[in-house]
């Protein structure tokens, strides 16, 4: 009996603690419980995303780009069709999402490390590089992306979400939204691609590219 009440006491003096350590945590969730909780059922635990769930890598996304993509799917802007049902998933949980927990997640996003993207990858023939010298003032040219100038990283980024998203700026669906002034940048450069063609010799040069380093995105060239 002796033994049950200390054990009791014991107990009770554990949750004690545990709730003043917890407690403070629940209040301010932090990024990291706040990105298992709501992005890593489709992002993954390491935010590369995995192309049997859709959805891209955001790992190492600038900050600002994060923030701006979450404005833009709460508010329209950013646009997804019925049939898109992971992206609809991702639409419904940021609804519910206050902006401090999209500080907090966003912030835990971004200093996530790069993570190498598996994927096919093809020869870049002689042409290729001259495509892409249309796009490295913006996204670098390595890829890396430049954050003065709102270009997301697109080094290390899964080819079939590349293609994705320039066949949507082509045909309107991302960057036709008035308040959308980065996606309409990047809409006029998407409909100058001449052809489909040009657009898979694109995304397979962008392939090609290294994981860039977290701190070479801050000045594109
Ligand atoms: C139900 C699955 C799902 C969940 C949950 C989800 N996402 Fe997504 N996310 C997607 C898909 C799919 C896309 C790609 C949409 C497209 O094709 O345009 C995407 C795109 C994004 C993008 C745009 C990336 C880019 O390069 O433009 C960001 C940023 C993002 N998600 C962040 C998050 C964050 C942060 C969370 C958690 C709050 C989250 N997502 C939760 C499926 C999801
Ligand atoms: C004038 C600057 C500029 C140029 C040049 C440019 N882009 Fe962009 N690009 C942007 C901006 C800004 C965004 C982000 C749009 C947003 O915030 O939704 C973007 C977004 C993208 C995305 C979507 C990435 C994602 O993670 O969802 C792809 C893919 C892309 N660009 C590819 C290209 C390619 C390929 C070229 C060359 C043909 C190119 N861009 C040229 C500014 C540019």
Redesign the pocket.
């Known amino acids: 009996m002796n033994n049950k009440s200390n054990y009791l006491r014991a107990a009770v003096s554990s949750i004690a603690v545990a709730g003043a350590t917890i407690l403070p945590g629940l209040a301010a969730a932090s990024g990291a419980d706040l990105y298992e909780e709501n992005c890593s059922a489709c992002h993954l635990e390491n935010g590369a995303g995995d192309v049997d769930l859709m959805s ?1 890598s955001i790992a190492g ?1 600038d900050q600002e ?1 994060i923030l ?2 979450y404005s ?1 799917v709460t508010t329209g802007i ?1 646009v997804f069709t019925e049939d898109e049902a992971m992206a609809q998933g991702m639409v419904e949980i940021m609804a519910e999402l206050s902006a401090d927990d999209m500080n907090e997640i966003s912030a835990y996003v971004a200093a996530m490390p790069i993570v190498a993207i598996e994927q096919e990858v093809g020869p870049i023939g002689f042409p290729d590089r001259g ?2 010298n ?6 670098g040219a390595k890829g890396q992306g430049a954050s003065g ?6 080094a290390a ?1 899964h080819s079939w ?2 293609k994705d ?2 066949m949507k ?1 082509r045909d309107g669906t ?2 036709s939204h008035p308040d ?1 002034t ?2 309409i ?2 809409r ?3 409909v ?2 001449a052809s489909d063609e040009d ?1 898979d010799t ?2 397979n040069y ?1 392939a090609n590219f290294e994981p860039p380093s977290k701190d070479s995105n801050a000045n594109a060239h």
């Open positions: 891209p996304l780009y701006r993509q833009n950013r495509l892409y249309n796009c490295s003032s913006c996204h100038l709102g270009a997301p990283r697109l980024q979400y590349l998203q320039l700026f991302r960057g959308d980065h996606g940048q990047m006029d450069m998407a100058a691609i657009v694109i995304v962008i």
